[in-house]
Nanobody, 123 residues
Framework: QVQLAESGGGLVQPGGSLRLSCAAS????????MGWYRQAPGKQRELVAA???????SYADSVKGRFTNSRDNAKKKVYLQMDSLKPEETAIYYC?????????????????WGQGTLDTVSS
């Protein structure tokens, strides 16, 4: 079984910053893509940022230049640094990790979601 634990969300003023963290634990043989999604009230969940196992990153156009996605493979963690936040970016932010489960040998490939963290941008 694999779990994701998110932390770092909260309330911030417009123009402020937040840093989200997501830690994977459990029976993990390998970790592949790691990323962040968000879902604003009344809207569909959207991809914000993703990072491959080799460190290549991709971002939604709306966050390019303001958000930075990074990972620590040894700690099985992924981070999202969010700067210059806007009120319309108030949402629940979810991390998602693609893993190959297994202990000692590979078992199955799964996409695992974090529980989500509410980030509110408001004055």
């Amino acid at each position: 079984q694999v779990q994701l634990a998110e932390s770092g969300g909260g309330l911030v003023q417009p123009g402020g910053s937040l840093r989200l963290s997501c830690a994977a634990s459990g029976s993990i043989f390998s970790i592949y893509n790691m990323g962040w999604y968000r879902q604003a009230p009344g809207k569909q969940r959207e991809l914000v940022a993703a990072i491959t196992s080799g460190g290549s990153t991709s971002y939604a156009d709306s966050v390019k230049g303001r958000f930075t996605n990074s990972r620590d493979n040894a700690k099985k963690k992924v981070y999202l640094q969010m700067d210059s936040l806007k009120p319309e970016e108030t949402a629940i932010y979810y991390c998602k990790v693609d893993v190959l489960t297994g202990t000692g040998r590979p078992d199955r490939f799964l996409g695992i979601w974090g529980q989500g963290t509410l980030d509110t941008v408001s004055s």
